[in-house]
Nanobody, 122 residues
Framework: QVQLVESGGGLVQAGGSLRLSCAAS????????MGWFRQAPGKERDFVAA???????YYTDSVKDRFTISRDNAKNTVYLQMNSLKPEDTAVYYC????????????????WGQGTQVTVSS
């Protein structure tokens, strides 16, 4: 059974920071790239960041220089460090396992966590 469990969301003021974690069961993690997506109310689920098994990273333009994705393969965990948060970053954040070739498409992720709410107040 593949399980991804996110944690670390919460309420923060604009300019603040949060670190999201995504813990994966062993078979869900080893050898796979992982990604973070977010979904605001009434909007589509959007790509935020991805990291390959070897550590190459990819970001959507709106979070470059503010967010950092990382992974600890020994702990089967992927992280998203979010700095300089803005109200427009408010969303439910999901981690997911990537199986395809396009990191930016949610269709190429096969397992998803339950999501964690991030709310940034102005």
């Amino acid at each position: 059974q593949v399980q991804l469990v996110e944690s670390g969301g919460g309420l923060v003021q604009a300019g603040g920071s949060l670190r999201l974690s995504c813990a994966a069961s062993g078979r869900a993690f080893s050898g796979y790239a992982m990604g973070w997506f977010r979904q605001a109310p009434g909007k589509e689920r959007d790509f935020v960041a991805a990291i390959s098994w070897s550590g190459s990273t990819y970001y959507t333009d709106s979070v470059k220089d503010r967010f950092t994705i990382s992974r600890d393969n020994a702990k089967n965990t992927v992280y998203l460090q979010m700095n300089s948060l803005k109200p427009e970053d408010t969303a439910v954040y999901y981690c997911a396992r990537h199986y395809g070739t396009n990191y930016y498409s949610f269709r190429e992720y096969d397992y998803w966590g339950q999501g964690t709410q991030v709310t940034v107040s102005s």
